[in-house]
């Protein structure tokens, strides 16, 4: 099934998850000490990720989410992205930070980016958990990474195969695609 140890291999521990997740915290919150961010998480990849981000931030912090089509069910980027839930906040003259569990060929978030951008934020930052940059399609502006890794499909904490394994709290990678 599933998590047949034939098919997922583990990739990063949890432990290893928390390390990541840790510095970037200490980063943002030397970054944007005294100031108010809104953080902007991508639906659903990365409600675990914010959830545990989040909670080692100590700046003033709201928490909105978007929901943005782009994949559906397949396992690489149609290059057409369309938004599926806004946010609901005012974001103007606000330090936005967008929370990305991966970023793939960077098209979802450079559509975001630019999106968030028009509403006159007082700025928009990037943070990812994971980031494939050798497979960058299109140049997007990420300011904080968590593990840059290898073009591997990956399951787990958050990220989906065909919409199950979010829950798993490590991160796997798949053997044999397809
Ligand atoms: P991009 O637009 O190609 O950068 O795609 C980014 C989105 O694709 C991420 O937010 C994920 O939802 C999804 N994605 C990219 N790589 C993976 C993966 O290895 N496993 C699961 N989902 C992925
Ligand atoms: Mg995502």
Redesign the pocket.
Known sequence: MLLDEKTFTKYLSRHEIDAAVLKLAEQLNRDYAGKKVVLVG?L???IIFMADLARQLTMETEIEFVRLS??GKA???SGT?TILKDIGADIRDKHVLIV??????????RFLYDRLKASSPASVEIVTLLD?AS?R?VD?PVKYVGRAIDD????GYG???EEYARNLPDVYFLKYPN
């Open positions: 991508v659903k990849g990365a782009s994949y396992r690489t980027s992205v990305e569990e991966i970023i793939d060929s960077g098209r979802t978030l494939k497979k399609v997007v591997q499909f990956l399951i990220l989906d195969l």
